[in-house]
C-alpha cells in the first residue's frame, strides 16, 4: 500500500468520522449482512465504517484488517467506546491477508482502493478469502465528478492539486470510474456499480456542514503544505481556490461529487 496521503492525524480522524456520519444513508442504507455472516473489512482504518457496519448487522461477525497499528489502536478504541460485540481487530496486509482461503461469507472494503498501487492484485486477493457465492462491496470516490456553483477555476486547480499528490503517492483520486472493469478483470462475477451522487444545497444544511465544509474542503485542505512545498500552486491560487470552496456553502452556493459503489460476487 501507499502511504496515506492524508496522514495519521487527530484532524483526519475527525475528518473521517464526519465523512461517514454524513454519509452513512447514502453509502451504507442497502447494506446488511445476514446473522450468522462472517465479513472482512478490509482497510479499516479508524473505525469510521466500522461503527455503522456492526450497528446495521448486530448478528453478524465483523473481522477488521488495516496496515497501520495507529489507525486499528483507535479503532479498538472506538469500539470499546461504543460497546461494539461483533467486531475484532487484525493487522495485516491486504495484499497479503492473514486468512485461509474461502474464509469469509462477506467482504467490504471502502476509501481504499483509492490510495493503493495496485488495487487489481487486492481485489484479486480479496476474491481469494471470499467463499464462493460470497460478495464483495467497495465503495470509492472520484474527484473528477466533483462540481460547484459558483464555478471557480481557482477551487478546480486546489481540488486536482489532492489528485496530483495522490497519484504522486502510487494512488489515484479518479478511482471511481475504474471500479467496473477492475472488479471484471479481478474475476469477479455480477458485477454492478452504482453512482451515489451527494448533491448540496442551502435547503440540506446537514450535508453543507458535514459533506463540505467538513469532508470534502478539508480532505483538500489537508494538502497545503505538499501542493505548495512541490509547486503545484502558488499561494494566491491556493487560497482563493479554498475560500471558493467554502463560497458554495452560502445561500447562493451548491456543490455536487459522485461516490461509486461496486458489487461483486465470487463464482
Partial sequence: MTSYVHGYSE???????????TLTELLHGDIGYPAGS???????GVGAQTLTLSRSSPEARFECVDISKASLNAAQQMAANQ????????QGDIYRLPFRADSFDHVFVCFVLEHLSDPLEALIELRRVLK????????????GSFYCHPQSRAADLAVQCLVNIQAKAGGD???????????REAGYAGVAVFPRMVYVDASRPALV???TRKTFTAMVEGVKDQALEIGLIDRKTWDQGIADLYR???????FCYTFF???GIKR
Fill in 11 to 21: 484532524k483526519e480522524s475527525c475528518r473521517l468520522a464526519d465523512q461517514a456520519g
Fill in 38 to 44: 462472517r465479513v472482512l473489512e478490509a482497510g479499516c
Fill in 83 to 90: 460497546r461494539l460485540a461483533n467486531v475484532t481487530f487484525r
Fill in 132 to 143: 464462493p457465492g460470497g460478495t464483495l462491496i467497495a465503495i470509492e470516490g472520484d474527484h
Fill in 173 to 183: 483520486a479518479l478511482i471511481g470510474r475504474r471500479l467496473y472493469p477492475l472488479l
Fill in 209 to 211: 456542514d458535514g459533506f
Fill in 248 to 254: 458554495t456553502t452560502q445561500a447562493d452556493g451548491t
Fill in 261 to 263: 459503489k461496486g458489487v
